[in-house]
């Protein structure tokens, strides 16, 4: 890759109001037969879809916030949860969603965190087109070094409409799990 086009990426990625090209979108949705010079009822699509794609990438343009910490007054081996975290992450091969929720449960050291920090870092985590087992070791990750807890366990139960709407064309709830240790 050239030096010009690694720049124009990097640009790209710290723009996070970056402008999708709706009229490409449009084009495409035209070359599916979604025409609004034909039906009336497709006049906001591209517009739409290209607001929604734009929203649920964004992580692709944005760095992660970093988790919002304070001091743990807890006593040692004491775990915290934070569970029924929503999940909307979509599929990095079809860019169809998947839902679900997440569980991040941690034995604090010396810090800790609140719920919403927790239900942040997952939500800014599945803006990023990935596949689930990916999003749940980034977030193990990321809490791990946010944290440098005891330990941390993260998972995530979530439906698949690229499996429901294809493929097998069967309603599953994938479970994926992670778990990090501090060697102490």
Not at 120 to 144: F, G, K, M
Not at 172 to 180: C, D, G, K, N, P
Request: neutral net charge; contains cysteine; aromatic residues 4%.
């Amino acid at each position: 890759m050239s030096p010009g086009r690694r720049e124009a990426e990097a640009t790209e990625r710290s723009a996070p109001d970056a402008v999708p090209d709706v009229e490409a979108l449009a084009r495409f949705l035209r070359s599916l037969g979604i025409d609004p010079r034909r039906d009336p009822e497709y006049a906001g699509t591209a517009e739409l879809a290209a607001q929604l794609l734009s929203e649920r990438t964004v992580g692709l343009r944005e760095e992660v916030r970093p988790l919002q910490t304070q001091r743990y007054v807890g006593r040692p081996g004491e775990s915290v949860a934070v569970e029924e975290i929503p999940v909307y992450g979509l599929c990095p091969h079809h860019l169809i969603p998947y839902f679900g929720e997440a569980v991040v449960r941690y034995v604090p050291r010396e810090k800790v965190c609140g719920p919403g920090s927790l239900a942040r870092l997952v939500r800014d985590l599945a803006t990023v087109p990935r596949i689930q087992e990916s999003l749940t070791q980034a977030i193990a990750d990321h809490a791990e070094r946010a944290l440098e807890p005891h330990s941390v366990e993260v998972t995530v139960r979530a439906r698949h409409l690229c499996a429901e709407m294809r493929g097998t064309e069967q309603r599953v709830q994938f479970v994926t799990e992670a778990r990090r240790s501090a060697r102490s």
